[in-house]
C-alpha cells in the first residue's frame, strides 16, 4: 500500500468510527463548565477570556485585554500579577496552606508529602537563594532536574523572581543543554547530581557541567538527590541545601507586568536549531489555569490529579506547576519510569493515593496494552473518574483498551491538543458536556478558534481534510521565538499570511458532524512517544560523526511509540560497515541529543534518493522503513536508486 493509501485506510476506519460516550449524567450535573460556555464565548470571545482572567488574582487591572498587531499578541495589557502568588500563597491564604499540593513519589519508594503552606515556604526559601545568586527580574534560569519537587519549586521561584526559566528534559545531552544555555544567555543553572530512572542512579551534573564550561553561567545550584560522588567547581557551584535551607522562609514578592516573560521552552523545529519559545505570565496563566479548571474538571477539595509528563515538557509546564496549582489541587509527582520495579508501578501509585484524575500519553497507554490488562486488573482503579489523552494522536484501540481497562468503563476521556507554542490545551471535548468518539479531540475549546483549511487556505467542508490552523489570537499564545522574530513569522504565520492564521504543521480532519481528527506532523517534525524530533537535527548529529558522509532520517509508524526513527546513512568511503557501526551511530546521536532521539534502526545504503533539485526523499524512504512497496520514483535525479537501497537492504538482511 502506498502511503496516501495507507493513511486513507485508517482514516475511513477513523471516520466509521461511530461509537459515542456520552458523560455519564451524574458527572454531568456536577462538571465545572457547562455547555452554556461555547455560547457565552462565540457571544463575546475577549469577554470571555476576561472572565477567566478575573479567576486569577491580579495586583492591578488591565486596561486593554488584547492588542494584536499580527502576528505579535499582547493580552491583559496594562495588569500586574505574581504568578507565584497565584499558584502558592493565595490558596494558604485562603485557609487552604493544609492541603496538600504535591505527593511526591520517587522512584526507589521514598515519598514527600508537600502542603501549600510547605510549598509557601519552599518557593520563598529558593526565591531567596537565587535572589542572593544574582538572579533578578528579566534574567534567564536554567533548570535542569530529574522530577523531584525541586523542579516545580525552582520554576516557581523563578516565576516569584520574574525571571524566567528554562526548563531542559534531564534526558537531553551536555550539547542540547549548552545550545539552550547559550540561546537564552543564562545566568544560573539549577541542576541535581542525579536522579533515579529504572532502578539506578542516573547523574546529571557531569552532563550539567559538560554543558556549563565556557558558557555566561554565573551560579550553579545543586541539588542533592542520588547522593553520588560530583565534580564540583568551587566559587561557581553552590549546594541547594547549603544556600536555600539556610534562607527565610518568607519572600516579599513584587508584581510584574501580565506580559512579563514567564518561561522559554524549546521545542524542535523542521532546522536542526531548535526553538526558544517564549511565554508569558498574566495570558498563560489564565488559560492554563482555566482549562485545567475546565478539562479536567478539578473539583480542588476533592480530586487528586496526576499528570504522568515530565516537567522538562510543555505538559509538565502546563499541567504539572501552573494550571494545577493556581486551581489550589492535590497532585501526584512521580519520579521514575512506569515499570520500575515492576509493570504495576502506575496502577500502584493510583491506589495508594487515591488518584482521580489520570492524564498521560498514547504511547504510555500502548505499551501497557502490550503488558498485558490483567496488570491494571490487580490494583484498585475504582477512585478514578476522569482520563487524559495528550501527546500525539490516540487511536481508537488505546482510547477502548484506556476506557474499559483503566477507566472501568465509567471515566470520561478528553484527548487534549495543543502544542509548545499554544501553551495550554486548544482542542478537547469538554468532559461533562461532549459525547467523546475514540480517536477525536473533537471541538476548539471555548474561546479558541480554528479551522482545517486547504492549501489555499480555504476551510474544507465536513467530511474533508486539509491542515489545522489556529484563526483568532488566544490568551496562552507563544509570544515569539526567543530573540528571532523573523523565525516566529516565518515558522507559523508566512503560509497563511494572507488570512492571518497561525499554522500548526498538523493534519486533520473533520467528520461529518464537524467533529476533529488530528492526524499527525505535516512537515519534517517526528513525534517519537509524543515527544517532537525534528529529522534534520538528528540527521546533522549523525554527519557530525567521522564515519558518516551523508545521512536522512525519517518517522516511520511504530506499534508503541507512534513514531520511530529510522536512518539511513552512507558512510565515509574510509569507514567500513563493521558490526558495530549502527550501535555506535546510534550512542553517538544519544550523546549529541539525547537518548530520546536514539534511531531505532540505522540503515546502511550506498545512496539516498534525491529529487534532480537535490532535495531528499523522504516519502520513498519511508515506504522502505515501513515495508510498503514504494511510491512514484520518476521524479529521482536516479530512477535506479530506490532498487539499489532495496537490494543492498535485502543483502543486509
Ligand atoms: C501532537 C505537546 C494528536 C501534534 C502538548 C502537535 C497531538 C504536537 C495531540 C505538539 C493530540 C499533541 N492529538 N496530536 N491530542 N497532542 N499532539 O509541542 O502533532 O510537545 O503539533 O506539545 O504533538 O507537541 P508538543
Redesign the pocket.
Known sequence: MTEEASSEATLSNLLREERTFPPPAAFAEAANVPASAYEEARDDRIGFWENQARRLSWAEPWHTALEWTPPFAKWFVGGKLNVAYNCVDRHVEAGNGDRVAIHWEGEPGDTRTITYADLQKLVSQAANALHELGVRPGDRVMIYLPMIPEAAVAMLACARLGAAHSVVFGGFSADSLRNRIDDAQAKVVITADGGYRRGKPSALKPAADEAIAGTAVEKVLVVKRTNEDVPWTEGRDVWWHDVVDRQPTEHEYTTFDAENPLFILY?SGTTARPKGILHTSGGYLTQASWTHHAVFDLKPETDVYWCAADIG???GHSYIVYGPLSNGVTQVMYEGTPDTPHQGRFWEIIQKYGVTILYTAPTTIRTFMKWGADIPAKFDLSSLRLLG??????NPEAWMWYRHHIGGDRCPIV???????TGAIMISPLPGVTATKPGS?QRALPGISVDVVDESGKPVPDGGGGYLVLTEPWPAMLRGIWGDDERYKDTYWSRYSEQGYYF???GAKKDDDGDLW?L??VDDVM?VS???ISTTEVESALVSHPSVAEAAVVGATDPTTGQGIVAFVILRGEATEGGDTATELRQHVAREIGPIAKPRQILVVPELPKTRSGKIMRRLLRDVAENRSMGDVTTLADPTVMNMISAGLAGNA
Do not use: F, K, M
Not at 484527548?415 to 507554542?421: A, G, K, V, Y
Open positions: 521545542t515538557w510543555v505538559t489523552s495528550v501527546g500525539e494522536p490516540i484527548d487534549t491538543w495543543w502544542q509548545t507554542e479531540a500548526a504543521g498538523d488530528l499527525g506532523r513525534n509524543g515527544h517532537r
